[in-house]
């Protein structure tokens, strides 16, 4: 009777925390943006080189924190861009030509409620194909995404 008793209170206790939320969210937004506690939108891009000449593209990613702690992009959310379906590299700050780009706002904690563009660079394999964006939380247990595909120009 002792181990029906534990399994019981091991039970609820697991149900409990599903409940309260920790790790995954029960109910799908309306919203094709909102990704668990937060909300992103990949927004636009632009063009640069990095300091050796080669191609690069900002994306540039709108993202808002709905959590009730203070969370950054970069720890919150998984964001990738592809061409032809492979990865691209993502670039720091130090290695472009751009006095107008910076990667900090990555880091950056917002409270909840609060807003931040953000910027990530990445190196192209080529200026003519699409570049695939895509977006999801970092953990969860849904598969849901936000996407968006730039005709490079």
């Known amino acids: ?14 149900g409990a925390l599903l409940l309260t939320g920790v790790g995954c ?3 799908e937004s309306k919203d094709p943006n909102v990704l668990g506690d937060y909300r992103v939108e990949i927004k636009d891009y632009r063009l640069a080189k990095d300091a050796d000449g080669k191609d690069l593209v900002i994306v ?3 993202f808002t924190n709905n959590s009730e702690e203070s969370a950054a992009f970069v720890y919150a959310l998984t964001y990738e861009a592809f061409q032809n379906g492979i990865g691209l ?7 472009i030509e751009s006095a107008d780009y910076s990667d900090a706002d990555q880091l ?9 563009d953000v910027e990530v660079a990445y190196e192209l394999s080529d200026t003519t194909t699409p570049v695939d964006v895509e977006v999801t ?11 968006k595909t730039f005709n490079i120009q």
């Open 1 to 14: 009777m002792k181990r029906v008793w534990q399994s019981v209170v091991c039970v609820l206790m697991i």
């Open 25 to 27: 969210s029960l109910g």
């Open 60 to 62: 540039k990613y709108g």
């Open 89 to 95: 590299t993502e670039v720091m700050e130090e290695s």
């Open 108 to 116: 950056r904690e917002i409270k909840g409620g609060t807003s931040l």
């Open 137 to 147: 939380e970092l953990i969860s247990f849904s598969d849901k995404k936000v996407t």
